[in-house]
């Protein structure tokens, strides 16, 4: 089983920065993909970011104001937000992919005001 754990959200002004962490801990931690995504209120679950062993995607919203990166030695992956808006504010959920499943953090609050 895979544990993930967020940190990093919280309330800021329009145009700040936030920093989102995610750790993974527990057996099978050797991942193909790890990413972000994110959930508004009302609205579908969409990817936000993801990185693996050939690269970065991004989705259109948050290209060049979002950044993903990962430690592979500490099981980490980081999400680095600049320029937010308000249409940004979601709930932030870490994912990643081993070679059996899907895992899911619980998620951390982004709030964005105008």
């Known amino acids: 089983q895979v544990r993930l754990v967020e940190s990093g959200g919280g309330l800021v002004q329009g145009g700040g920065s936030l920093r989102l962490s995610c750790t993974a801990s527990?057996?099978?931690?050797?991942?193909?993909?790890m990413g972000w995504y994110r959930q508004a209120p009302g609205k579908q679950r969409e990817l936000v970011a993801q990185?693996?062993?050939?690269?970065?995607n991004y989705a259109d919203s948050v290209k060049g104001r979002f950044t993903i990166s990962r430690d592979i030695a500490k099981n980490t992956v980081d999400l680095q937000m600049n320029g937010l808006k308000p249409e940004d504010t979601a709930i932030y959920l870490c994912?990643?992919?081993?070679?059996?499943?899907?895992?899911w953090g619980q998620g951390t609050q982004v709030t964005v005001s105008s």
């Open positions: 990185i693996t062993s050939g690269g970065t």
């Open positions: 527990g057996s099978g931690t050797r991942f193909n993909v």
């Open positions: 994912t990643v992919i081993n070679s059996y499943a899907r895992y």
